[in-house]
C-alpha cells in the first residue's frame, strides 16, 4: 500500500477545489500534485514565472525541466518517469545527456516509475531496462532516486508487482541502505512522511 499520493492536477485550472474532492476520497494522505506538461496545451508552459510543482515531462523537454529547477532553486522538483527514456533497444545518447543536464541541479530528485507503461506485458524482462536505470543511478546517485509503483499505468505493461520486481532486480547491486533510501526513505523525506 501508498503511503501517500501524488495526485495529477491541471496547473492551469483552479486546483484548490479539485485537490479537495481528491482528498476527500483517497485512502492516503495527499503529498503532492503532478502536472502532466507532456500533453499541456501550451508546450512551453514550465518557462512560465509561476510554476511552482514537479512534473511529468517527454525527453525533449529534459531542458526545460532543467531550466525551471534552476529558476526556482528552492523548490524541489520530482519529475516522473526518469523524463520518458527510449523504449528498450533504442538509442538514449540524447536522453541520457538531457538527464544528466536536469540532475545537475540539486533541488532535482528523479521518479524511477513508467518505464513499463507504455510496453506490452510480457514483451520485457528486468535487463532490457538496465541501461535506462543505469544512467538514471548515475546521474542521481541512490540519494536524488526514487521508486515510483506507476498505479495505475504500470497495468499496462504487465502491473505494479512485476515492475516492483524488476527495479528491485535492476538495483539490487546498491547497498542495503542505498536500496532503503530508493524504496521509501526518499520518497519520505522528499513529500514529508516520516
Do not use: C
Not at 510543482?53 to 518517469?81: C, K, N
Not at 499496462?156 to 541502505?177: C, M, R
Amino acid at each position: 500500500m501508498s503511503a501517500g499520493l501524488v495526485a495529477r492536477a491541471d496547473l492551469e485550472a483552479e486546483v484548490g477545489p479539485r485537490l479537495d474532492r481528491i482528498r476527500e476520497n483517497a485512502a492516503v494522505p495527499v503529498v503532492g500534485v503532478r502536472h502532466l506538461a507532456h500533453i499541456a496545451p501550451d508546450p512551453q508552459w514550465m518557462m512560465r514565472e509561476e510554476i511552482s510543482t514537479g512534473l511529468i515531462v517527454r525527453e525533449w523537454q529534459l531542458p526545460q525541466a532543467a531550466h525551471l529547477a534552476a529558476r526556482h532553486s528552492g523548490l524541489r522538483f520530482v519529475p516522473d518517469h526518469l523524463g520518458g527514456p527510449p523504449e528498450p533497444g533504442q538509442d538514449m545518447s540524447r536522453w541520457a545527456s538531457r538527464l544528466r543536464q536536469l540532475a545537475r541541479q540539486p533541488n532535482v530528485v528523479a521518479r524511477v516509475s513508467g518505464l513499463t507503461s507504455a510496453l506490452a506485458p510480457g514483451s520485457w524482462r528486468a535487463t532490457d531496462l538496465a541501461a535506462q536505470v543505469t544512467i538514471a543511478l548515475e546521474s542521481f546517485g541512490s540519494e536524488r532516486l526514487l521508486h515510483g509503483s506507476d498505479w495505475p499505468s504500470a497495468e499496462f505493461g504487465g502491473g505494479t508487482a512485476p515492475w516492483k520486481s524488476a527495479a528491485e532486480a535492476l538495483l539490487d547491486g546498491l547497498s542495503p541502505a542505498a536500496r532503503a533510501r530508493v524504496f521509501g526513505g526518499n520518497a519520505a523525506d522528499v513529500y514529508s512522511l516520516s
